[in-house]
């Protein structure tokens, strides 16, 4: 029989039905055909088998914060890359953020990255669109004309709207068209010129800092117009306990709204920067690591619902400046469930919870099938191999651009197998779709 393999000896971790048993699972024509939970009867007879071994089937992460350079930087990162550095870390569909030259902030740009990323993608790439013409916070785009051109959701990508008028619109828009709105916060006049986290380590290394409060105020006023229209609201990413705070509080009366945060975020703090490693300047910034708990324990509780990688690829001339200076981001997509895996491994967080954060409940933001274990769901399946030592090198990642956060960084559990719709598209030994 063709186009089918069964999976067995596997340990089955669904997210969204809560299950972790050891069990198989039967691939057909791209699709789940059969899961079955404890022992599997044997396989009928021409059909392909591949023998786990025990490690972990679970479905493809969803990664809802995504750059890419293409079109207009390709030297950073083409759809081609940026999709086998997703693919070689266990993604199977991210969504694209809008920040590309031009924007992506019209109909036709949605259709070309929808055809571009058919043509040279291993992985599904879904398109956002731009809040904003051009990113520059005064004029909507055309919501309904993005949506029905393919869009996924409306974010300003790296910028933050700082017009409350012209937020509530927005959000009132959106939630006509049922579709989310991603919002990065950020103040920007108490961001002003700074580069890191504001406290004494800023004051040491002689850099502008960042409060707390350039992320929280915005939040507030982003929490209120959330309610206020009803709209499916997710703030990209916060960093801080007080806003992780606010957002369980709104949420008591609220459940339109969600939080994102980045790996970096979860594993990182200020203590990296170092002596000005520019790598590591980030927005928002590192915090410090009473805060970096606070949002370990916010991703437990449930009161961050999303993890991303936030991949953001710079080139060397962008960072490789002084730090005040140096472009901001890091690439995630190769390290993502990596340095996520600390977390298990150092029992924070359980396998199946920080799953959830990864797949279905980016799934459920982003109105998708997939992110799930089940019967006729489409094969995004990912093999990992929790106890896989080893150390992340630039010189191995798939992406165009190197500025990982994690260069060197000694991590246990890696993807060793990749599949969409029930093709391989990346294998431990190197290898990646064409």
């Not at 079955?36 to 021409?46: F, K, L, Q, T, V």
């Not at 109909?107 to 790439?125: H, M, N, P, Q, W």
């Not at 030592?389 to 165009?400: C, G, M």
């Amino acid at each position: 029989m063709k186009n089918e393999l069964i999976i067995k000896n596997a340990r089955l971790v669904d997210p969204a039905s809560g299950k972790d048993e050891n069990g198989a699972i039967w691939i057909k024509n791209g699709k789940i055909k059969e899961i079955h939970w404890g022992n599997a009867p044997d396989a009928p007879e021409g059909i392909e088998t591949r023998d786990a071994q025990g490690n972990v089937i679970a479905p493809g992460l969803i990664d809802t914060r995504v750059f890419a350079g293409e079109p207009g930087r390709e030297h950073r990162e083409t759809l081609e890359s940026v999709s086998n550095a997703a693919a070689a870390g266990g993604v199977t569909s991210f969504l694209l953020m809008p920040d590309t030259t031009p924007v992506i902030d019209d109909g036709a740009l949605v259709d070309f990255i929808i055809r571009r990323a058919e043509a040279t993608s291993c992985v599904k790439i879904l398109p956002s669109a731009a809040i904003s013409k051009g990113l520059k916070g005064q004029d909507l785009t055309e919501f309904g004309l993005l949506k029905a051109a393919g869009a996924r959701a409306f974010t300003d990508g790296n910028s933050s709207i700082q017009s409350t008028a012209m937020l509530k619109n927005a959000f009132t828009y959106a939630q006509n068209f049922d579709m989310p709105i991603i919002h990065q916060v950020g103040d920007r006049e108490l961001i002003g010129s700074g580069v890191m986290n504001s406290g004494i380590l800023a004051t040491g290394l002689g850099l502008k800092g960042i409060p707390h409060e350039a992320e929280t105020i915005p939040l507030a006023r982003d929490l209120q117009l959330a309610e206020m229209t009803g709209v499916r609201y997710h703030t990209a990413q916060i960093s801080c306990g007080k806003a992780a705070d606010m957002m369980a509080y709104a949420k008591q009366s609220n459940k339109n709204i969600s939080a994102g945060i980045s790996i970096n975020h979860l594993c990182l703090n200020e203590n990296d920067i170092g002596s000005y490693r520019t790598y590591f300047k980030l927005s928002p910034p590192l915090r410090a690591e009473d805060e970096r708990q606070k949002m370990v324990e916010g991703l437990r509780n449930g009161t961050i619902d999303i993890l991303h990688s936030a991949h953001d690829p710079q080139d060397t001339e962008g960072k490789r400046r002084p730090f005040a200076e140096a472009t901001d981001g890091a690439i995630g997509l190769e390290t993502l469930l990596g340095a996520a895996l600390r977390l298990v491994h150092d029992e924070q967080i359980s396998l199946l919870d920080l799953l959830k954060t990864l797949t279905i409940n980016p799934a459920k933001l982003l109105g998708l099938e997939t992110g799930r274990l089940a019967k006729g769901a489409a094969a995004d399946l990912i093999e990992i191999d929790l106890n896989y030592p080893w150390v992340v090198a630039e010189t191995d990642l798939k992406s165009r651009s190197q500025n990982t956060a994690f260069e060197h960084a000694r991590l246990f559990g890696k993807v060793t197998t990749t599949w969409v719709n029930g093709n391989i598209v990346f294998e431990q030994d190197g290898t990646t779709a064409p």
